[in-house]
């Protein structure tokens, strides 16, 4: 059996690793078009601000540690430009030499991952203006710092928006950030990213909402200057999109894979995609929400690794499903934690399905205990059944332990009711008896 995988990092090393876990015969080729097949995209902000000191800890691993430990051929530089699905062969471009080649497979991963939007702004491809996804854009970013870069506007309040602001705060930056939105993480209820929203101006993030930028320009001192809709101008030294991602689908669309609804691979609960010999897995495919059950994309590190394992599980003949997403997930707003799982309101309100929400605020443990500290939690269930759909918390200590417990329950299909029951881990540092 000859396996190719297309794309490296989350879902395409997991698949090619977890193959040759379970077949040590099949033949397995690699190909991803840059340099680096497996990294930790998102630890990039953290290295950007300091907290990863070292570059090298964001390679998981590297193309020789992967042929030497997994025994496959990996090839960096080298994009699989098209897909003769009929006749299983790809055309492969390698980017050092110029030329391009034909391979055959008898499986196909995808994993393309997800480009980063970049809406046609005029002079958004000026000087010092950047984006981050991959290490090379890292490096842009941390070179900008190392020749005096002191101001930064973040065009985006995302996961790497709020990641990027908070670093370069640390980094002794004045930060703007310009969001679409009238809120920021927008995963969260507007009444939970209030919390966000406060963190980030304590610490001197000055937040553009319900805004957005309609030119760049450079400055006669050589800074990026901003003008926004509502006609405000900013300036600074640098500016980092992250406005998001959109799904690399040009591929499976020209080789006649289905696309969703969502614009993303259709897959069936195997990752399959439309043809039997092609599976999809990551950024680029889209999944069916397990609350709503409507179709999602879920671009995050912990739902492609698993799609992953799942795919190649099915190639292996060990039949596996992917049980839809909840979208369980957490970030980091300097010192307060803001976490979800399950369906948040406006997401439940597109579904149109009844919900009632519940808003507690308590502490992280016991509050005789020395830096106990208030968690806010908000439970969103049906009103007909008690059954949970969602949860957010936000707080300074505790947030992660929480929403992973009512993750679970929205899992096994808990109510409110069965909640109470639950025989939670105690002791003062760590919790309340009650």
């Given at each position: 059996m000859k396996v190719i995988i297309v794309g490296g990092v989350a879902g395409g090393a997991s698949a090619a690793a977890r193959l040759r876990r379970l077949d040590e015969k099949c033949e397995i080729t690699m190909y991803e078009r840059g340099e680096f097949i497996s990294f930790a995209n998102c630890g990039l902000p953290y290295h950007i601000g300091g907290a990863i000191e070292e570059r090298e800890a964001l390679l998981v691993q590297t193309p020789e540690n992967m042929t030497a430990r997994f025994n496959f051929a990996?090839?960096?530089?080298?994009?699989?430009?098209?897909?003769?699905?009929?006749?299983?062969?790809?055309?492969?471009?390698?980017?050092?030499?110029?030329?391009?080649?034909?391979?055959?497979?008898?499986?196909?991963?995808?994993?393309?991952?997800?480009?980063?939007?970049?809406?046609?702004?005029?002079?958004?491809?000026?000087?010092?203006?950047?984006?981050?996804?991959?290490?090379?854009?890292?490096?842009?970013?941390?070179?900008?710092?190392?020749?005096?870069?002191?101001?930064?506007?973040?065009?985006?309040?995302?996961?790497?928006?709020?990641?990027?602001?908070?670093?370069?705060?640390?980094?002794?930056?004045?930060?703007?950030?310009?969001?679409?939105?009238?809120?920021?993480?927008?995963?969260?209820?507007?009444?939970?990213?209030?919390?966000?929203?406060?963190?980030?101006?304590?610490?001197?993030?000055?937040?553009?909402?319900?805004?957005?930028?309609?030119?760049?320009?450079?400055?006669?001192?050589?800074?990026?200057?901003?003008?926004?809709?509502?006609?405000?101008?900013?300036?600074?030294?640098?500016?980092?999109?992250?406005?998001?991602?959109?799904?690399?689908?040009?591929?499976?669309?020209?080789?006649?894979?289905?696309?969703?609804?969502?614009?993303?691979?259709?897959?069936s609960e195997a990752m399959l995609t439309s043809d039997p010999s092609i599976y999809?897995?990551?950024?680029?495919?889209?999944?069916?929400?397990?609350?709503?059950?409507?179709?999602?994309?879920i671009p995050l590190a912990g739902p492609a690794n698993r799609q992953a394992r799942i795919a190649v599980n099915n190639i292996c003949g060990i039949k596996s499903e992917y049980k839809d997403t909840q979208g369980t997930s957490i970030v980091k707003v300097f010192d307060l934690a803001c976490g979800a799982t399950g369906a948040s309101v406006p997401l439940l309100k597109r579904a149109n399905i009844a919900f009632k929400t519940l808003t507690l605020h308590a502490g992280s443990h016991a509050g005789y205990?020395?830096?106990?500290?208030?968690?806010?939690?908000?439970?969103?269930?049906?009103?007909?059944?008690?059954?949970?759909?969602?949860?957010?918390?936000?707080?300074?200590?505790?947030?992660?332990?929480?929403?992973?417990v009512i993750a679970s329950a929205i899992r096994h299909g808990a109510t409110v009711h069965d909640l109470q029951d639950y025989e939670l881990a105690y002791a003062p540092p760590f919790g309340s008896a009650k």
């Open positions: 990996v090839k960096t530089f080298h994009e699989v430009v098209s897909i003769d699905a009929k006749n299983k062969k790809v055309s492969v471009k390698n980017w050092k030499s110029g030329n391009t080649f034909e391979d055959n497979y008898d499986y196909l991963v995808l994993s393309p991952g997800a480009a980063p939007i970049k809406p046609p702004i005029p002079g958004i491809d000026g000087e010092n203006i950047f984006m981050l996804r991959t290490i090379p854009d890292m490096d842009k970013i941390v070179a900008a710092m190392k020749k005096g870069a002191k101001s930064a506007i973040v065009v985006g309040g995302g996961f790497i928006g709020v990641e990027v602001a908070e670093n370069l705060i640390e980094k002794g930056f004045a930060v703007s950030l310009v969001e679409m939105q009238d809120q920021v993480l927008t995963f969260l209820d507007p009444d939970m990213a209030a919390f966000a929203h406060n963190e980030m101006k304590s610490h001197k993030i000055k937040l553009y909402l319900s805004d957005r930028v309609t030119e760049f320009k450079k400055t006669a001192g050589g800074k990026v200057s901003v003008t926004l809709a509502s006609g405000k101008a900013i300036e600074a030294d640098m500016a980092v999109l992250a406005i998001g991602v959109m799904p690399e689908v040009k591929l499976a669309k020209e080789a006649g894979l289905k696309i969703g609804e969502t614009g993303a691979i259709a897959v999809a897995v990551g950024d680029a495919v889209e999944v069916t929400h397990f609350v709503t059950k409507t179709k999602i994309k205990y020395p830096y106990a500290y208030m968690v806010h939690l908000k439970l969103i269930y049906s009103p007909e059944t008690g059954k949970v759909l969602g949860a957010q918390a936000c707080g300074y200590d505790g947030v992660d332990k929480r929403i992973d």
